[in-house]
């Protein structure tokens, strides 16, 4: 089974960095586009940031310019640097991929991005 585990948020100040890790499982993760989604409290999932096997890249408008996308595939693993955070950035973070219009696996935990003050 594939599987996709979400680390490295927690409470930061408005203005600061966060680094996000997504390590993934059970799958040919070199063939994927792998995408960071966020849900905030109250509202519906939705698409932050992607990059495809060719390390092509795309952003969502309220994040371009701050945040920035990244893969290892040697490790697996695709990161979301996150720098001047904002109190709208609060939200569950999560990370899944998409191939042959299907999803690299089912949604895991995510992991919690907290920015107040």
């Known amino acids: 089974q594939a599987q996709l585990v979400e680390s490295g948020g927690g409470l930061v100040q408005p203005g600061g960095s966060l680094r996000l890790s997504c390590a993934a499982s059970?799958?040919?993760?070199?063939?994927?586009?792998m995408g960071w989604y966020r849900q905030p409290p109250g509202k519906q999932r939705e698409l932050v940031a992607t990059?495809?096997?060719?390390?092509?890249?795309n952003y969502a408008d309220s994040v371009k310019g701050r945040f920035t996308i990244s893969r290892d595939n040697a490790k697996n693993t695709v990161y979301l640097q996150m720098n001047s955070l904002k109190p709208e950035d609060t939200a569950v973070y999560y990370c899944?991929?998409?191939?042959?219009?299907?999803?690299?696996?089912?949604w895991g935990q995510g992991t919690q991005v907290t920015v107040s003050s």
């Open positions: 899944n991929g998409v191939r042959n219009l299907r999803y690299f696996a089912s």
């Open positions: 990059i495809t096997s060719g390390n092509s890249t």
């Open positions: 059970g799958s040919i993760f070199t063939l994927y586009t």
